[in-house]
């Protein structure tokens, strides 16, 4: 699916926040933990700020959120958006992480959490 698809699809469904969840890989094995990245609005440095302290505390790691890059669909998005890298399956602690249930289970439950807080929290930005 093309990013333009995607976007129609959010416009379509219209959600509240917009959260896109990847998997990060780097040549440098010791790179780990998650990566939050928001765009200019205040509602997605919010959501993206609660998402990362909520996976650093999982992880055990203090990382900061970081401002993106204009992607197309983030930018072309009406609502609160992140990407979220859940850690570097490069790396074998994450990959651990990553790849077994019960973690898997665990780092929904830490977003999950995030987004309970984030509405809130935020209860104007997510009408």
């Known amino acids: 699916m093309d990013l333009k698809q995607r976007k129609l699809?959010?416009?379509v469904i219209?959600?509240?926040?917009?959260i896109s969840l990847h998997v990060n890989w780097s040549k440098n094995k010791n790179l780990r933990g998650p990566v939050v990245i928001y765009q200019v609005s205040g509602e997605?440095?919010?959501i993206a700020q609660i998402i990362q302290d909520h996976l650093n505390n999982y992880y055990g790691i203090k990382k900061p959120i970081l401002k993106g890059n204009p992607y197309?669909?983030?930018k072309k998005l009406d609502m609160p958006s992140t990407i979220v890298e859940l850690g570097y399956i490069s790396n074998?602690?994450?990959f651990k992480i990553l790849t077994e249930e019960s973690s898997q289970d665990?780092?929904?439950a830490a977003i999950v959490s995030a987004i309970e807080e984030y509405f809130l929290?935020?209860?104007a930005e997510s009408e």
């Open 106 to 108: 665990e780092l929904v």
């Open 14 to 18: 219209n959600p509240k926040i917009f």
């Open 121 to 123: 929290l935020y209860p």
């Open 72 to 74: 197309f669909l983030m």
């Open 92 to 94: 074998h602690k994450d």
């Open 9 to 11: 699809i959010a416009d």
């Open 44 to 46: 997605s440095y919010h």
